[in-house]
């Protein structure tokens, strides 16, 4: 979800590309992979899930004495099961996978076709008009770019040159 909000975005402002080495006007990339926004609070719900269930099922060892204090040599191990962690990890595990439904709910307006991780989209989205010398390196925005691909025939891509938004009904390559 973040990465498609954040190709999202590059129709709308113009920012650097997230590289892992920047250069120019690249931007890094994220620490965890996700904004912090994201990946703090999954980050602490995660550890809070894993200790919950280390709470919940544990290992029991009852050893027998005899009166003058040594050790018998009948000794007992089980699995324990707290009733009480164990509903409140099932509870907060709902809660989180409910949480994250409700946040992918969220309608987008798309702005740029959507690409996940679709090579072809994404490629078509990077070939800038041929005067747009060394796009990547400074910040770019999606739309229509000023030049033509073919004759008569409209392109869009990532530039950083001044873009329009795309038309609806209008054929771009």
């Known amino acids: 979800m973040a990465g498609a909000i954040e190709w999202n975005n590059l129709a709308v402002s113009r920012k650097g590309l997230r590289v892992t080495r920047p250069l120019g006007d690249q931007r890094e990339e994220y620490i965890l992979q996700l904004p912090y926004r994201w990946s703090i609070p999954l980050a602490v719900a995660s550890s809070g899930l894993h200790w919950l269930l280390s709470e919940s099922i544990f290992i029991v060892r009852e050893d027998a004495y005899d009166r003058e204090g040594k050790i018998m040599d009948t000794s007992v191990s089980a699995i324990g099961i707290s009733a009480t962690s164990f509903i409140t990890f099932i509870l907060c595990f709902y809660a989180l996978v409910g949480s994250v439904t409700w946040i992918g709910r969220k309608q987008t307006r798309v702005r740029i076709p959507f690409a996940a ?18 796009p990547q390196l400074r910040p770019v925005q999606w739309g229509v770019t000023e030049s033509e691909m073919f004759e008569g025939e409209k392109h869009c891509s990532l530039s950083s040159k001044p873009v329009t938004k795309p038309k609806i009904g209008e054929k771009y390559l």
Do not use: T
């Open 117 to 134: 991780s679709c090579s072809l989209v994404i490629s078509a989205a990077c070939h800038p008009p041929p005067d747009d010398i060394n």
